[in-house]
């Protein structure tokens, strides 16, 4: 029997909804290496039951309310607020609502690089990514509405958020982690242009324990944060030469650089040239050299 719990509150009305791709096929995909293929939202009682033999598309599942099982390898699963799972294909569907009742959002591909992009996200079986990005469903949802071309292309890059939303899980999540890394992110996200931030002193403004911080950011982020630091500053730093003509030691100073020197040391790594060479364009020459060769 599943447990209840505080997010598995009652599934009163029941409400199926779905959008089938029908504009040019395989062709419409043509050329994308992820295509939706379909997707849908589904509000169900206690009663449902679905089971379907081997389906040759992957489908992702992501629960918003109540909780479902789905079955694999002859094993059951339940699946929670806030947590995804995936079908590959070739894979039999079941699937069956909770004792409260489930309600989810799903999405299938059938793109030729669909479980290579799986991979690239670093999606497993399931994991607890968060509340669904409802949004993002609805947006590939309205742009599959439209039987064009045009339509069946935006809902596939559209599903990029999907994916990127769920994987956020890292390897098969790690349950109520995942607040605590956000709230790091927005701690580094507003005094990475501070020299002196680093991780003891962010670890030390939200209470944590430094190892409890690197564990918790890097399972979430893929990162660490020190690493998301480092990034967050050349970015800014990169920006700040591209649209001013402030000098380098300021442009350092404000994107949290020690010294003009250590910019410069990390700009060339990035892009193969001085911040000046930068500024003036020429990485873009040096990319195009490298593309070329």
Do not use: N
Not at 135 to 161: I, K, M
Not at 220 to 248: E, K
């Amino acid at each position: 029997m599943m447990r209840k719990d505080r997010d598995a509150a009652p599934v009163r009305e029941e409400r199926r909804r779905l959008v089938f791709r029908v504009a040019g096929g395989e062709a419409a995909g043509r050329g994308l290496p992820l295509v939706v293929r379909s997707v849908g939202c589904y509000r169900v009682g206690r009663d449902f039951a679905e089971r379907h033999g081997p389906r040759w598309f992957t489908e992702l599942f992501w629960t918003i309310r109540g909780e479902g099982l789905w079955r694999l390898d002859g094993a059951a699963r339940r699946a929670r607020a806030g947590e995804f799972f995936i079908y590959r294909p070739g894979e039999p569907h079941e699937l069956a609502a909770g004792p409260e009742g489930w309600e989810y959002r799903w999405i299938t591909f059938d793109g030729r690089d669909t479980l290579r992009l799986l991979d690239m996200f670093g999606l497993s079986r399931s994991g607890r990514a968060g509340p669904c990005p409802e949004e993002a469903f609805e947006r590939v949802e309205a742009a599959l509405s439209r039987p064009t071309l045009e339509g069946v292309r935006e809902a596939s890059v559209a599903a990029y958020a999907i994916l990127a939303a769920a994987g956020r899980s890292g390897a098969g999540g790690r349950g109520g982690e995942g607040g605590g890394a956000e709230a790091v992110r927005r701690e580094l996200d507003a005094r990475y242009t501070e020299p002196d931030a680093g991780v003891e002193t962010i670890a030390a403004t939200l209470g944590l324990h430094r190892t409890t911080l690197l564990r918790t950011f890097t399972a979430a982020y893929g990162v660490t944060p020190s690493t998301y630091l480092a990034r967050r500053r050349l970015q800014h730093a990169l920006s700040l030469l591209r649209t001013t003509a402030i000098p380098v030691a300021e442009v350092a100073a404000a994107a949290g650089f020690r010294s003009a020197e250590y910019l410069a040391r990390v700009v060339r790594a990035e892009t193969g040239g001085s911040p000046r060479a930068f500024r003036a364009g020429a990485d873009e020459r040096e990319r195009r050299r490298r593309f070329v060769a």
